[in-house]
């Protein structure tokens, strides 16, 4: 078996070297480097040469458009794919699956797509969205319905409670068709991913609640007659040593003033999110006792919606805690940090190599990857190993 690593591009109010807050309805906080072509440009092609498969591009008011930032990005980059977060309920399945097809071919096939229902009524209602999250939920059933039939070439005629199309058919198909990345810990939302889903994507909880997870939503789709790959989204901060690696985390903690983490905290509250209910939970508002897993730190989900835990340790212990949740039945990791060039190379030149010796990653781009003991990270920031 060979896992799959993927990295995020920070369109979300740009990068830098703390935590950058945001998303589920509370404004992204200020970044050292904006989210411009240059700087993701930057990450990207760091990405791709240093075995990541591909990258995530989140979406909401709180970022850049992800369809356009990648759309860019595919033109400064080569091989690196393009995991695509996009809302269901706010463009025609006809229209989606059109631009789908139209990224895919004009790309070279470099697009993954990840399908976001939208947890929040509030912000989307600021786009014109008035269903309630249930109703979202089976709108986005029917929408990933016609767009599966239309990447098949049929000719499709939909009527359903949410969605109505007529004699829609697309002039170009897809190549490969785009893979459907789907998250949500609501029923409603195990519900649409056994159906639909290629690969289920929960966030970084402790491995016993993935365990959980992933037997809930096997459950489903075996209901359904399906199988699914499951993924993993974490933040991640390993170093040479372990105590190295806990100062960075420290290093961000420090940085977050605790009228800052009562602000977001109430903000992430008010979420409709069953997901980022659980991954508040886990932080509990707190600024101490953020190591809930061996090597799982909640830290980052003070001040930052969504995906709010980091892997903490050496190069070995990271790889440990993936192979942990590779053991689950985890295939799958989508992974970045603060600042995210530096911490892609970190994870990229730490553990990767230490997973490959371990016969758990190969690099999908063909060469080697460099092995622990020829990067500067082996033994010691700055000097390579003699």
């Not at 459950?219 to 040593?241: C, M, Q, S």
């Not at 090597?295 to 192979?323: C, F, I, K, P």
């Not at 994870?347 to 758990?360: M, S, T």
Request: with cysteine.
């Amino acid at each position: 078996m060979s896992l799959r690593f993927h990295w995020f591009l920070p369109t979300n109010g740009g990068d830098g070297r703390h935590v950058v807050g945001g998303g589920h309805g509370v404004a992204a906080g200020a970044s050292g480097r904006p989210a411009s072509v240059g700087y993701l440009g930057q990450i990207a092609r760091s990405a791709e040469q240093l075995g990541f498969e591909a990258a995530l591009t989140p979406t909401g008011a709180w970022c850049e458009d992800a369809w356009l930032s990648t759309a860019m990005l595919s033109s400064v980059s080569e091989r690196l794919k393009f995991l695509v977060a996009f809302r269901p309920g706010l463009t025609s399945p006809t229209l989606a699956a059109q631009m789908a097809a139209t990224f895919q071919n004009m790309s070279g096939g470099r697009l993954l797509l990840n399908v976001v229902t939208g947890g929040e009524s509030a912000e989307q209602r600021a786009y014109g969205d008035f269903l309630d999250k249930d109703a979202r939920y089976a709108r986005c059933g029917e929408f990933l319905d016609v767009v599966r039939r239309l990447w098949a070439g049929e000719s499709v005629t939909f009527e359903g409670e949410h969605l109505h199309v007529e004699d829609a058919k697309l002039g170009a198909l897809p190549s490969p068709v785009p893979e459907i990345y789907f998250g949500g810990s609501s029923p409603a939302a195990g519900t649409v991913a056994a159906k639909h889903a290629d690969v289920y994507l929960t966030w970084g909880e402790p491995p016993a609640a993935v365990a959980e997870k992933i037997e809930w939503i096997r459950g489903l789709a075996a209901a359904e007659g399906r199988t699914l790959r499951f993924g993993i989204r974490l933040h991640v901060i390993n170093r040479d040593t372990s105590g190295e690696a806990w100062a960075e985390a420290q290093r961000l903690l420090d940085a977050i003033d605790d009228e800052t983490v009562a602000r977001v905290q109430a903000g992430l509250r008010q979420s409709e999110s069953e997901g980022q209910r659980r991954m508040l939970e886990l932080n509990g508002g707190r600024k101490d006792d953020l190591e809930i897993h061996p090597n799982l730190w909640a830290g980052v989900g003070l001040v930052r919606g969504g995906a709010g835990t980091a892997m903490v340790g050496s190069h070995e212990e990271v790889a440990d805690l993936v192979q942990q949740y590779a053991d689950l039945g985890i295939e799958e990791f989508v992974l970045s940090g603060y600042p995210h060039l530096e911490s892609s190379y970190w994870f990229g030149e730490g553990v990767l190599p230490v997973l490959r010796e371990r016969g758990l990653w190969s690099n999908p781009y063909g060469p080697a990857a460099a092995s622990p003991a020829s990067v500067p990270f082996a033994d010691g920031p700055g000097r390579a190993a003699s």
